[in-house]
């Protein structure tokens, strides 16, 4: 059976400091295991879980920020697929701001650093090609 996995690209925008999109920075998390990989909160599917709660609760758990900590975006909606030890892995991302750009990341257990990055810092940290194309496919998204 495959293995199902969603979570957020959480941005803030920073106070007008620089013009769009240099105001724009993305919230990746450090894995506390392995070889310490760094990613958006996200998490696997819970059975009878849709999609979207998972991605809620996956970023709550991760990272501290609630529903009603973050406005989701419309119109963006990644899948990426690879494998993972030999078994097929799909991970949805959704794109979503942070109300409040100062408001503090908590993490989790799972993690044991964070760090909000520019779009070439956050394509570096992410290593992975297809989340790095997912990460600029949502500065795209949000290019005026």
């Given at each position: 059976?495959?293995?199902?996995?969603?979570?957020?690209?959480?941005?803030?925008?920073?106070?007008?400091?620089?013009?769009?999109?240099?105001?724009?920075?993305?919230?990746?998390?450090?894995?506390?295991?392995?070889?310490?990989?760094?990613?958006?909160?996200?998490?696997?599917?819970?059975?009878?879980?849709?999609?979207?709660?998972?991605?809620?609760?996956?970023?709550?758990?991760?990272?501290?920020?609630?529903?009603?900590?973050?406005?989701?975006?419309?119109?963006?909606?990644?899948?990426?697929?690879?494998?993972?030890?030999?078994?097929?892995?799909?991970?949805?991302?959704?794109?979503?701001?942070?109300?409040?750009?100062?408001m503090a990341v908590t993490l989790s257990k799972e993690h044991q650093d964070y760090r909000w990055a520019k779009l070439e810092e956050a394509c570096s940290?992410?290593?992975?090609?297809?989340?790095?194309?997912?990460?600029?496919?949502?500065?795209?998204?949000?290019?005026?």
């Amino acid at each position: 059976m495959a293995l199902r996995a969603c979570g957020f690209i959480v941005f803030r925008r920073l106070a007008q400091s620089s013009p769009p999109p240099d105001n724009i920075e993305y919230l990746l998390l450090q894995t506390s295991y392995g070889k310490h990989h760094w990613t958006p909160p996200k998490g696997h599917v819970d059975p009878g879980e849709d999609d979207l709660t998972t991605a809620l609760r996956e970023t709550q758990e991760e990272a501290g920020l609630r529903e009603e900590h973050l406005q989701v975006v419309d119109g963006f909606l990644q899948e990426l697929r690879y494998e993972v030890r030999g078994r097929p892995k799909t991970v949805l991302y959704w794109l979503a701001e942070l109300r409040d750009p100062k408001m503090a990341v908590t993490l989790s257990k799972e993690h044991q650093d964070y760090r909000w990055a520019k779009l070439e810092e956050a394509c570096s940290l992410a290593q992975h090609k297809d989340l790095q194309d997912t990460l600029r496919a949502a500065q795209q998204h949000l290019d005026p």
